[in-house]
């Protein structure tokens, strides 16, 4: 089975501007989960989806949104960029069938810098 | 405040000994706890896992340890090799639906040849 893959690898943009960042799942995995990772505040999760629905959404400000298709794909969104948005961010799968403790298995993630 | 802590930023070992990461959490609600290693610039792969019925569980030279009246968990690599230098994660859920992992700040273990 093909991992989780995400879309661009490295991205560079300015402040002030917006940015797609793009998620394929797992075959058969329905719950797809965003997280930011940066050296001062580590991985922090930003939010879940799961049938094209947002399930779950940790502390980040509404800049950041997401979305899910009908074929589990998800993008999130960053709109009005900020030097501090510069991370790594990585998507992460899962069957997110109703079973409690699931793994779920991350992408190689997208290295976004903003200047 | 930090849920998921790992005091310990680096360990160094010897190739073919023990190699002991630790993690502590302060969430009575976590109820599985996850072990994920990662080198630079790529995402988190899973390790190991280990709900909270369970006090260890072990996949071939990796073990994980839960002692949950310490809310404690380590991840023992025996033996460590080489290619087992990296960050490692530790991370936690909560007993909900819930797919939100809250991950400890890593430790980045040396092996040393």
């Known amino acids: 089975k093909a991992g989780v893959t995400q879309t661009p690898r490295y991205l560079i943009k300015t402040r002030g501007q917006q940015v797609t960042l793009s998620c394929s799942p797992i075959?058969?995995?329905?719950?797809v989960s965003w997280y930011q990772q940066t050296p001062g505040q580590g991985l922090q999760f930003l939010f879940e989806y799961f049938s094209e629905t947002q399930r779950n959404k940790g502390n980040f400000p509404g800049r950041f949104s997401g979305r899910q298709f009908s074929n589990s794909r998800s993008e999130m969104n960053v709109s009005t960029l900020e030097l501090g948005d510069s991370a790594l961010y990585l998507c992460a799968s899962s069957l997110g069938q109703g079973i409690l403790q699931e793994t779920q298995y991350f992408g190689p993630g997208t290295r976004l810098l903003v200047l | 405040d930090q849920q998921v802590k790992q005091n310990s930023p680096s360990l160094s070992v010897q190739e073919g000994r023990i190699s002991i990461l630790n993690c502590d959490y302060t969430?009575?609600?976590?109820?599985?706890f996850l072990w994920y290693k990662k080198y630079p610039a790529e995402g988190p792969t899973f390790l190991i896992s280990i709900s909270s019925i369970k006090d260890k569980n072990e996949d071939g030279r990796f073990t994980v340890f839960l002692n949950k009246s310490a809310k404690h968990l380590s991840l023992h690599i025996v033996p460590s090799q080489p290619g087992d230098s990296a960050v490692y994660f530790c991370a936690a859920s909560l007993r909900s639906p819930a797919r939100q992992l809250t991950f400890g700040s890593g430790t980045q273990l040396t092996v040393l040849p």
């Open positions: 075959s058969g995995h329905r719950s």
């Open positions: 969430n009575s609600m976590f109820d599985y």
